[in-house]
């Protein structure tokens, strides 16, 4: 009953496919799009704080995604092994794929999902400012929305690698602060 929910949201989530929005989903789900963004970041960041504190502050940042990636992609996938939603022979008739997007490796969980969710939430800790905030969540769920538009992730993939990456934003940044401000 619940690969029969997931099948469906995934689904419902795919069936929003355009020709004219392709483009764009592959192109917000591209890691090197959001360059930018990050560099954005840590100039706000040096802006902000001083620059120990700033420094920090960023380690504590490349810290979470290589927790979060490090522990889905070395232990997770390999452990879990369950193949992308574009091989499920069940629904794959259903789908609408975007040429030449086929990545490769396992589903469960969502990398992207994980690495987004634990920079936004975060960044969000950091700057505690309704605006960052906004931006950080939005980066976050347009990444995860094109994990489903394009198949490559079930629902529960993408659930759980937001889950896990906001738990361990969280984490992190309690131990940042206590680190930075020896709380």
């Not at 490559?152 to 993408?158: G, R």
Request: charged fraction near 10%; include cysteine; charge should be positive.
């Amino acid at each position: 009953m619940f690969q029969n929910i997931d099948n469906n949201v995934l689904l419902w989530f795919n069936s929003m496919h355009s020709e004219a929005l392709n483009p764009f989903v592959v192109f917000f789900t591209t890691g090197t799009t959001w360059i930018p963004l990050y560099v954005l970041l840590i100039i706000l960041i040096f802006y902000r704080f001083p620059r120990r504190h700033a420094i920090l502050f960023v380690a504590f940042a490349i810290g979470c995604v290589l927790i979060t990636a490090g522990v889905n992609e070395l232990l997770v996938k390999p452990l879990v092994a369950r193949p992308r939603p574009l091989h499920n022979e069940e629904i794959s008739g259903l789908m609408h794929l975007v040429p030449g997007y086929i990545p490769s490796g396992y589903s469960f969980f969502s990398s992207h999902s994980a690495n987004t969710s634990t920079i936004a939430v975060f960044i969000s800790q950091v700057f505690r400012n309704r605006w960052v905030t906004t931006l950080m969540l939005s980066y976050c769920l347009v990444n995860a929305f094109t994990r489903l538009y394009l198949c490559v992730h079930y629902p529960s993939d993408v659930l759980v690698g937001l889950t896990f990456g906001t738990l361990t934003a969280f984490f992190m940044y309690r131990l940042a602060a206590k680190t930075i401000f020896k709380v």
